[in-house]
Nanobody
Framework: QVQLVESGGGLVQPGGSLRLSCAAS????????MRWYRQAPGKERELVAV????????NYADSVKGRFTISRDNVKDTVSLQMNSLKPEDTAVYYC?????????????WGQGTQVTVSS
C-alpha cells in the first residue's frame, strides 16, 4: 500500500522557519521524482519544489527561491522541505508528491497534506 505521510507543519511567525518531512512507503522511493506542492485557500495547487531521483537536481518556484530547500534521503525514504524566512503568503496546505513516468505509464502519489500558517 502506497503511503506518503507529511509532518512538521504548524503555526510560525513571519521570518521564522519550519521543516516539513514526508515519509514514503509501499513503492520504490529512489526511482521517483519527489515534489512539494502547496494550496492556499481559494487558490490552485502550485508546485513549490522538485528533487530528482538521486537528488542531483532541484528546482523551485520563484516565490520560494533562496528561502526553501528540498532534500531527500533514499535510505530512509524521506523527502524534506526546509522553509526559512517564512512570509504570510506561504500560508497553505503543503503536499508531498511522488511522480514516475516511463514506457507510457505514469505513477502519481499524494500525501494528505500538512497545514503551514505564517502569522503574527
Amino acid at each position: 500500500q502506497v503511503q506518503l505521510v507529511e509532518s512538521g507543519g504548524g503555526l510560525v511567525q513571519p521570518g521564522g522557519s519550519l521543516r516539513l518531512s514526508c515519509a514514503a512507503s509501499g513503492f520504490t522511493f529512489s526511482t521517483y521524482t519527489m515534489r512539494w506542492y502547496r494550496q492556499a485557500p481559494g487558490k490552485e495547487r502550485e508546485l513549490v519544489a522538485v528533487i530528482t531521483k538521486i537528488g542531483g537536481s532541484t528546482n523551485y518556484a520563484d516565490s520560494v527561491k533562496g528561502r526553501f530547500t528540498i532534500s531527500r534521503d533514499n535510505v530512509k525514504d524521506t523527502v524534506s522541505l526546509q522553509m526559512n524566512s517564512l512570509k504570510p503568503e506561504d500560508t497553505a496546505v503543503y503536499y508531498c508528491n511522488a511522480y514516475l513516468e516511463g514506457l507510457g505509464v505514469t505513477f502519481n502519489y499524494w500525501g494528505q497534506g500538512t497545514q503551514v500558517t505564517v502569522s503574527s
